[in-house]
C-alpha cells in the first residue's frame, strides 16, 4: 500500500500562507468521543492539531491514538513525541506506526520532566534527547533508514516539528540551539507563547541574522490567559514561561468578569504584532483546556477562511 | 568518591532486630570521608543501638570494627576473627562493600546500615554533589568538564532544555542548571564552538544498561 498524501500543513506553509495550529491534550481515560469533541470544535478554523505527548507527565490517551482519531473526523494532527517515556527503539516503531496510520506532521520534543506530573517516582527514559529524536526522524524519512542504518521499506514521510522557547536561559545561546535544531532536520519551529514581545523580537532578529528564517517556519506560540491568577501562576510555576509585569497588571486591572475577553483581547493584539514580524510564518494557539475558545480566536484575529 | 548516607536508626534498628551477636563493620575509605560508616560512625551508631535495645530489655550484644576497604579481600581477611564471632554483620559500607563481605562469608547475615547515594565531591562542609554516572564512556572533554549525563535532570546532550531560567534547573531550586555551567565554562575556555558541535545519540552500552560491567586489566593478571 502506497501512502503519497502529503502534510496539509507542510503544503500551506511552502505555499507561503500564514499557518494556524493549536493544540488538543488527550483525555485522562479511554474516551475516544472527548477526542473527537474537542476535534469537532476546531473545525474549519485551523490547519493542523497538535496532540499532546503526556503533557506535563500526567498519564493520557496516548498521542498516536487521539491523532488518529482526529484523522478519522478529517482533521490534521501534529503528533507530539517526547524521548522521556521511551527508549529509541520504541520511538522509532512508533513513529512507523504513526505513518502508517495516516499522521503526517510530527512535533520532536524532550518533554516535561515527570517530577512535575502526577507520577513523580516514574523511570525517566532519555535515551536519546530532542535534536536526536529530530535526526531520526528525518534520517527514517530522507534516507529510508533507521537508527541502526536498515533499509526501511517504506520510510515515514514526516513533516517534523521541533519547539523552541526564546524566553528560557541563557538567551544568548538560544538561537545556536535553535540553528542546531534546523540542521538536525526541523522543517517547522512551534515556540513557547509568546508574551514577552520585547524579547521575542530580539530572538527573531537574531534568527534572520543567522538566516535561520530561510531555512525554517516558525510559528508563534499564544495562549489567552483566563485570569490574572493563571498569569501570576504561569509566571512563577510553569517552567519556561515568561509573563511581563505590564500583561499581569492589565488583567489584574479589569473587574473579574472582564478577564476571559481581556485574556482574549492580549491574544489578539499578540497575534497581530507576530504576522508584522519578518520571519514568523505562523501561530500556535494553545488554549489550555479551552479548545472552544480557538475558532473566536482565529476569527477575531482576521485569519479565517483557512485555506483548503 | 562514593557517596553514602547511613539509614535512619529505625530502619537498622528493625533489620538488626532478628539477631543476637551483631558486628558493626565500618569501610574507612569513601564513606568514612562523607561521614556515613567510619570508624566514628562505628562508634557512634554502636552506642545509640545498645542504649535502645538496653532500654528494650533486648539481649544483644554489638561489637565494633572498622578495615581500610570492604571492597578488597585483602583488607576483608582483617575482619575475618570478628566475623566469625557473630551471627550477623551490618556493614557501614557502600553497597560494593556489603556485597564483598557476603560474598566471602556464605553463612553469615550481612546486612546493610548505609544508603549509597551517588558518585560524587565534597561541595562545602557537610554537602555532597553528585558528579558522575559511571557510563564508562566519559565525555567530559566536549562539554567543559561538566556532564550532562548526571547534572542535567534530562541527560540532555544537546541542551539546554526550556526548563533552563537564571542558571537554575526546572526540576528544583537547588539545581543548577548542567547547561548553563557547560556554556559559562565554554565560554571561560574560548571552546563555544562546541555548542554548535551536534552530539549524536550516546551509547549506552558501556553503561549498566549494557548489563553489569566487568573490567579486566590483563597487563595486571599474574
Known amino acids: ?308 | 568518591m562514593i557517596v553514602g548516607e547511613q539509614k535512619p536508626l529505625a530502619e537498622i534498628k528493625e533489620i538488626v532486630g532478628p539477631y543476637r551477636k551483631l558486628l558493626i563493620l565500618g569501610c574507612g575509605t569513601c564513606v568514612k570521608t562523607c561521614f556515613a560508616g567510619g570508624e566514628d560512625e562505628v562508634a557512634t551508631l554502636a552506642s545509640a543501638l545498645r542504649l535502645i535495645f538496653k532500654k528494650e530489655g533486648q539481649n544483644i550484644k554489638i561489637e565494633e570494627f572498622t578495615i581500610e576497604r570492604q571492597c578488597e579481600n585483602e583488607f576483608i581477611q582483617e575482619a575475618s576473627e570478628a566475623i566469625g564471632r557473630n551471627d550477623s554483620v551490618l556493614s557501614l559500607a557502600c553497597g560494593a562493600g556489603v556485597q564483598a563481605i557476603a560474598r566471602r562469608f556464605a553463612k553469615i547475615p550481612v546486612l546493610p546500615g548505609v544508603n549509597t547515594t551517588f558518585i560524587g565531591v565534597l561541595e562545602s562542609q557537610g554537602v555532597f554533589t553528585e558528579e558522575c554516572s559511571g557510563c564508562g564512556n566519559c565525555e567530559l572533554a566536549i562539554f567543559g568538564g561538566v556532564c550532562p549525563i548526571t547534572r542535567c535532570s534530562k541527560k540532555l546532550l544537546n541542551g539546554p532544555c526550556g526548563g533552563s531560567r537564571h542558571g537554575i534547573c526546572e526540576v528544583s531550586p537547588d539545581t543548577e542548571c548542567a547547561w548553563q555551567l557547560i556554556i559559562e565554562r565554554l565560554e571561560a575556555l574560548g571552546q563555544v564552538h562546541n555548542l554548535r558541535c551536534y552530539i549524536s545519540p550516546k551509547d549506552w552500552s558501556s553503561s549498566n544498561s549494557g548489563g553489569p560491567r566487568r573490567l579486566v586489566r590483563e597487563d595486571h593478571i599474574i
Request: aromatic share 6%; charged share 25%; hydrophobic share 40%.
Open chain 1, 1 to 308: 500500500m502506497k501512502m503519497e498524501h502529503m502534510s496539509k500543513l507542510e503544503q500551506i506553509l511552502s505555499r507561503g500562507e500564514f499557518a494556524v495550529t493549536t493544540e488538543c491534550g488527550p483525555p485522562r481515560g479511554a474516551d475516544s468521543e472527548v477526542v473527537i469533541k474537542k476535534g469537532e470544535t476546531l473545525r474549519g478554523y485551523v490547519d493542523a492539531v497538535n496532540v499532546t505527548d503526556n503533557q506535563t507527565a500526567i498519564v493520557r490517551m496516548s498521542s498516536i491514538s487521539a491523532c488518529t482519531h482526529l484523522l478519522n473526523i478529517g482533521l490534521e494532527p501534529v503528533m507530539q513525541m517526547v524521548t522521556r517515556d521511551r527508549n529509541r527503539i520504541a520511538l522509532q516503531s512508533d513513529i512507523l506506526g504513526a505513518y502508517s496510520l495516516g499522521i503526517r506532521n510530527i512535533l520532536c520534543l524532550s518533554g516535561d520532566h515527570q517530577i512535575f506530573g502526577s507520577q513523580p517516582d516514574a523511570l525517566n527514559v532519555f535515551d536519546i534527547d530532542s535534536m536526536n529524536l529530530i535526526r531520526t526522524v528525518k534520517t527514517m524519512r530522507d534516507e529510508g533508514k533507521d537508527m541502526s542504518g536498515f533499509d526501511l521499506k517504506e520510510p515515514p514521510k514526516m513533516y517534523i516539528g521541533a519547539a523552541a522557547n526564546p524566553f528560557a536561559d541563557p538567551f544568548e545561546y538560544r538561537v545556536i540551539r535553535l540553528a542546531k535544531k534546523i540542521d538536525a532536520g526541523t522543517d517547522f519551529i512551534q515556540t513557547q507563547c509568546v508574551y514577552n514581545m520585547e524579547r521575542f523580537t530580539e530572538w527573531m532578529r537574531l534568527a534572520r541574522e543567522e538566516g535561520l528564517t530561510e531555512k525554517v517556519q516558525i510559528l508563534a506560540g499564544v495562549t489567552p490567559l483566563k485570569s490574572v491568577g493563571m498569569a501570576r501562576y504561569m509566571s512563577k510555576k510553569v517552567a519556561g514561561i515568561d509573563i511581563p509585569e505590564a500583561i499581569t497588571k492589565r488583567m489584574g486591572e479589569v473587574p473579574k468578569e472582564k478577564a476571559i475577553d481581556e485574556g482574549i483581547k492580549i491574544c489578539l493584539e499578540t497575534i497581530a504584532q507576530l504576522r508584522d514580524i519578518k520571519g514568523v510564518s505562523g501561530v500556535h494557539i494553545m488554549a489550555i483546556e479551552w479548545e472552544e475558545k480557538v475558532g473566536e480566536i482565529v476569527e477575531s484575529a482576521g485569519l479565517l477562511p483557512r485555506p483548503l
